[in-house]
């Protein structure tokens, strides 16, 4: 797990990456449940799914992440969220259409997922968050610098429209080179959300 | 709306206040800054990653502040600002999908007036020719005893391990690629180009006033900008500039000889109207 320092927002931001994940469909569904539910029961469940929960294959960096992770922040300290939490609001960020709910089908968790990113937003460091993800999370935990090993560039290239766009034409013989253009037009594409139209 | 000063600052205001002010112009601050607290914190040990952390610290970010102006009315400044700011986010990005080499975008936010761009590791064109570099001279006296003003741009180029003559040539590609993107500058001068460390990629920047056109008279207006900006910053910049458009007029291919028509045509109107006066 890591923990990026937001100073002016003074905000801590926990991520951690997870491999080899065997119950993301329960994990789903219970997320789904713990919206509904009254009472204290309600309340400790939405405690133990306050998390991001991001499909990590369509993730082609960490400064990507941290991309949605920052203008999230902003968005939420100007008073203008477009999603109910700061955690929702990060996979609205990094989707590139303004559609909430395929926002969260595409980059969200799935019964498919395998890989998986979980992100906490606190206003203090708080030391028991590793747990509560181990708590909620069948999989292994890995640095986040493996995100790139994860990520299925083909889908990236569908859901940020790249197909036939020069900048990936020119180079297309050459894959390392290609990963890294795509990655710095998802980081820009999710940096610009807010002006794109 | 004007900000008020009882309000506690905004996260932007406190960003730029722990950064540092690279560059001040008329329109613009330039400032050099890490969004989060450069290091990072691995907090976990990985089950099989344990001996190294390999953490990847954050990249600095340069921000370009659009300050209010005094002088307009607060609302319209703030739509003109917001406008500015997501105007060139914009154009940046459609030079990004078309392959055009430009900074990319790490932050907006476009009603504090802030635009944060990639930072990129290299020196501007401007002191990598001939002439741009006088005010470095003039500062470094010990420069001036055994290095000649007209050595300090070439020793600066070696450097990056890249020859004045493919400089000046991938100057041409790179705006000849903007040009068939119908992407124009608007503001092209030696400044407004910056080669990265490593010498591979020439990079375009400040995309302020650029705009989408596919219209032949705008893109020789372009060149004919960059024509002027070299006539006034480097001496004996006419075979300067020539490098570029020939590399320029190779990339365009068959659509070069109507841009080159225009930009006869430009020229002879500006000399025209530096006759009248
Ligand atoms: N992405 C970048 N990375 C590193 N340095 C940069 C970058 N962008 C700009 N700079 C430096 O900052 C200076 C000013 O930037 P820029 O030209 O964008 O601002 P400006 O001239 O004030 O803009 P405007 O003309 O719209 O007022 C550049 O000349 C360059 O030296
Ligand atoms: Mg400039």
Same mark, same amino acid.
């Given at each position: 797990?890591?923990?990026? %320092?937001?100073?002016?927002?003074?905000? /801590? /931001?926990?991520?951690?990456?997870?491999?080899?994940?065997?119950?993301?469909?329960?994990?789903?569904?219970?997320?789904?449940?713990?919206?509904?539910?009254?009472?204290?029961?309600?309340?400790?469940?939405?405690?133990?799914?306050?998390?991001?929960?991001?499909? !990590?294959?369509?993730?082609?960096?960490?400064?990507?992440?941290?991309?949605?992770?920052?203008?999230?922040?902003?968005?939420?300290?100007?008073?203008?969220?477009?999603?109910?939490?700061? %955690?929702?609001?990060?996979? =609205?960020?990094?989707?590139?259409?303004?559609?909430?709910?395929? !926002?969260?089908?595409?980059?969200?968790?799935?019964?498919?997922?395998?890989?998986?990113?979980? @992100?906490?937003? !606190?206003?203090?460091?708080?030391?028991?968050?590793?747990?509560?993800?181990?708590?909620?999370?069948?999989?292994?935990?890995?640095?986040?610098?493996?995100?790139?090993?994860?990520?299925? =560039?083909?889908? @990236?290239?569908? %859901?940020?429209?790249?197909?036939?766009?020069? !900048?990936?034409?020119?180079?297309?013989?050459?894959?390392?080179?290609?990963?890294?253009?795509?990655?710095?037009? /998802?980081?820009?594409?999710?940096?610009?959300?807010? @002006?794109?139209? | 709306?004007?900000?008020?000063?009882?309000?506690?600052? &905004?996260?932007?205001?406190?960003?730029?206040?722990? *950064?540092?002010?690279?560059?001040?112009?008329?329109?613009?601050?330039?400032?050099?800054?890490?969004?989060?607290?450069?290091?990072?914190?691995?907090? *976990?040990?990985?089950?099989?990653?344990?001996?190294?952390?390999? *953490?990847?610290?954050?990249?600095?970010?340069?921000?370009?502040?659009?300050?209010?102006?005094?002088?307009?009315?607060?609302?319209?400044? *703030?739509?003109?600002?917001? $406008?500015?700011?997501?105007?060139?986010?914009?154009?940046?990005?459609?030079?990004?999908?078309?392959?055009?080499?430009?900074?990319?975008?790490?932050?907006?936010?476009?009603?504090?007036?802030?635009?944060?761009?990639?930072?990129?590791?290299?020196?501007?064109?401007?002191?990598?020719?001939?002439?741009?570099?006088?005010?470095?001279?003039? $500062?470094?006296?010990?420069?001036?005893?055994?290095?000649?003003?007209?050595?300090?741009?070439?020793?600066?180029? #070696?450097?990056?391990?890249?020859?004045?003559?493919? +400089?000046?040539?991938?100057?041409?590609?790179?705006?000849?690629?903007?040009?068939?993107?119908?992407?124009?500058?608007?503001?092209?001068?030696?400044?407004?180009?910056?080669?990265?460390?490593?010498?591979?990629?020439?990079?375009?920047?400040?995309?302020?006033?650029?705009?989408?056109?596919?219209?032949?008279?705008?893109?020789?207006?372009?060149?004919?900008?960059?024509?002027? #900006?070299?006539?006034?910053?480097?001496?004996?910049?006419?075979?300067?500039?020539?490098?570029?458009?020939?590399?320029?007029?190779?990339?365009?291919?068959?659509?070069?000889?109507?841009?080159?028509?225009?930009?006869?045509?430009?020229? +002879?109107?500006?000399?025209?109207? &530096?006759?009248?006066?």
């Amino acid at each position: 797990m890591e923990a990026y %320092h937001y100073p002016q927002f003074n905000t /801590v /931001v926990y991520t951690a990456k997870f491999k080899d994940i065997k119950n993301a469909e329960a994990l789903r569904s219970r997320i789904v449940k713990a919206a509904s539910l009254d009472g204290a029961d309600g309340e400790a469940e939405r405690d133990a799914v306050n998390f991001a929960f991001i499909e !990590a294959k369509l993730i082609t960096s960490s400064l990507h992440l941290e991309t949605a992770i920052y203008q999230a922040l902003l968005s939420e300290s100007q008073g203008s969220l477009r999603t109910k939490t700061i %955690h929702s609001e990060i996979i =609205w960020a990094l989707n590139p259409t303004n559609n909430i709910s395929e !926002a969260i089908k595409l980059f969200g968790v799935s019964g498919r997922t395998t890989d998986l990113i979980l @992100v906490h937003a !606190a206003t203090s460091d708080t030391c028991d968050v590793q747990q509560k993800m181990h708590n909620i999370v069948d999989g292994r935990l890995v640095p986040m610098s493996t995100i790139p090993d994860s990520t299925n =560039w083909a889908n @990236v290239k569908k %859901h940020y429209k790249l197909n036939g766009e020069l !900048a990936l034409m020119e180079i297309a013989s050459d894959s390392d080179r290609e990963r890294t253009v795509i990655d710095n037009i /998802v980081i820009s594409t999710v940096a610009m959300k807010s @002006v794109m139209t | 709306m004007p900000s008020s000063s009882l309000s506690s600052p &905004s996260p932007t205001q406190r960003l730029l206040g722990s *950064a540092q002010l690279i560059y001040q112009g008329a329109e613009a601050k330039v400032y050099k800054v890490y969004l989060r607290d450069p290091e990072l914190q691995q907090i *976990a040990k990985h089950a099989d990653h344990d001996t190294c952390s390999m *953490a990847e610290d954050a990249a600095p970010v340069l921000l370009k502040y659009r300050f209010n102006k005094r002088y307009r009315h607060p609302s319209l400044d *703030a739509s003109l600002t917001r $406008q500015r700011v997501a105007g060139e986010a914009r154009a940046l990005m459609r030079c990004l999908r078309s392959g055009v080499n430009v900074p990319g975008i790490r932050m907006v936010d476009a009603a504090g007036g802030v635009l944060g761009l990639e930072w990129v590791d290299g020196k501007s064109v401007r002191v990598l020719l001939p002439g741009g570099s006088e005010v470095m001279v003039a $500062q470094d006296s010990d420069a001036t005893d055994d290095v000649g003003p007209d050595r300090c741009e070439d020793a600066a180029l #070696a450097e990056f391990g890249v020859e004045r003559d493919d +400089l000046l040539s991938m100057i041409g590609v790179e705006i000849a690629k903007m040009h068939i993107a119908d992407i124009i500058h608007g503001d092209l001068t030696t400044s407004n180009m910056m080669l990265r460390r490593g010498g591979k990629d020439l990079v375009l920047i400040d995309f302020g006033l650029a705009y989408h056109s596919s219209l032949v008279e705008d893109k020789a207006v372009d060149l004919y900008v960059l024509e002027r #900006a070299f006539a006034s910053t480097h001496p004996d910049a006419e075979p300067l500039f020539n490098s570029v458009l020939a590399s320029y007029a190779k990339r365009l291919g068959k659509h070069w000889s109507a841009i080159k028509k225009r930009l006869d045509d430009v020229r +002879l109107r500006g000399r025209k109207r &530096s006759m009248v006066g």
